[in-house]
């Protein structure tokens, strides 16, 4: 399962009618040609940093790599991708232009929109805080309340960056919350989910503060977030250290979530000890005690498995809970253009104003 900033950024562009071109010839990386192509790498990095030939960045990736996800596979005496070391060099080098694109990513997401009404920090001990996005039409009358998690393979993210995330809520007549919190290494599985639990605590207690209706307090997250999100709505032990359950909310929105995931590879660090990975799954705590929920999910999701949400949708169902499961065109990134580009996927900013009561 792993989140590239460069697919963000791809659907970014595809939305600004910017298509990506995929060059048939590129997508094999043989020895002889791997060093021209990681050349290409520097010179698309370069790009990328001025903001020019935005294409380019793709092909450069799957040139490099050899392959449509990263990272790049181990490697063999017959494969057709580099030998190791030079295979470090084009690893290296996609974290860079990684690196580079991310900030332009979100640049582009965020072009135009306003800073957060207010940030507060919701943990002094771990220094996390969070920001509000207050609706523009003020109404006398207390408005929902979302949580958002972002995603980021438990690794990286920063509240920050989703701006346009926070603005768009708002403009849907809601009180918009997103909160950073502890990503490895600073933290392992369940550290980022007792984080999630606390700033739902702090949302509930600040809510009237804003204009919301504690009552009508949602949570919601893509990918990484939506596993968060849905853990503090089916693991009672979260909001329990808060005094709280989880039919205290209003509902759960998960966006392209992991919730029956396979731990390999680089999570193995992140979720910690073997014996506590079935922790880490949503599917594994639902008991019939759970909010409502709403997933939404791209039928061509690649990163992560779509058959996750159907078989979270599947077991709150069969324990007589409420569960929605909302079907959208595209792959991973796709419900987060319900935030920067509805038009290309309306359904999804529909399901969540229906889900939310607006």
């Not at 990681?38 to 050899?66: K, M, N, S, W």
């Not at 393979?153 to 809520?169: A, C, H, I, P, T």
């Not at 919350?177 to 490895?184: C, F, L, M, N, S």
Request: net charge positive; charged share 20%; with cysteine.
């Amino acid at each position: 399962m792993i989140e590239t900033p460069y697919g963000l950024l791809l659907h970014v562009f595809a939305a600004m009618r910017v298509q990506p071109r995929r060059r048939a010839a590129d997508r094999v990386c043989k020895q002889q040609a791997c060093v021209h192509r990681v050349d290409a790498f520097t010179r698309t990095t370069q790009g990328c940093i001025q903001g020019h030939r935005l294409i380019r960045i793709h092909d450069a990736i799957v040139a490099a790599a050899g392959h449509d996800h990263l990272p790049i596979p181990p490697t063999g005496p017959d494969s057709m991708t580099p030998s190791f070391p030079l295979r470090g060099l084009v690893a290296a080098s996609v974290a860079l232009l990684i690196a580079a694109c991310q900030s332009v990513a979100f640049s582009v997401a965020n072009r135009g929109i306003a800073a957060a009404s207010a940030s507060m920090v919701y943990d002094t001990r771990h220094g996390l805080a969070l920001d509000i996005y207050r609706p523009a039409a003020r109404t006398t009358v207390p408005t929902a309340v979302v949580l958002f998690f972002y995603g980021g393979n438990w690794k990286s993210g920063k509240r920050e960056d989703y701006r346009f995330v926070g603005q768009r809520l708002a403009q849907q007549g809601v009180l918009a919350i997103v909160a950073d919190y502890r990503t490895w290494p600073r933290t392992t599985f369940p550290g980022f989910v007792e984080d999630g639990a606390r700033a739902v605590a702090w949302s509930r207690d600040h809510a009237t503060d804003y204009g919301g209706d504690p009552k009508r307090l949602f949570v919601a997250g893509h990918s990484a977030g939506a596993q968060i999100a849905a853990l503090i709505g089916t693991d009672r032990r979260y909001l329990a250290a808060h005094a709280m359950k989880p039919r205290d909310l209003a509902g759960v929105i998960g966006l392209s979530g992991p919730y029956d995931f396979a731990i390999t590879g680089g999570y193995e660090e992140v979720f910690g000890p073997r014996e506590q990975w079935p922790r880490a799954q949503a599917v594994n705590f639902v008991g019939g005690d759970e909010p409502p929920f709403l997933l939404i999910h791209g039928a061509s999701d690649t990163t992560v498995e779509a058959k996750d949400s159907q078989e979270l949708t599947n077991k709150l169902r069969a324990m007589g809970g409420e569960a929605e499961l909302v079907w959208i065109q595209g792959g991973h990134i796709a419900p987060l253009q319900a935030f920067y580009a509805p038009q290309r996927n309306p359904a999804a900013m529909q399901a969540m104003k229906d889900f939310l009561g607006e």
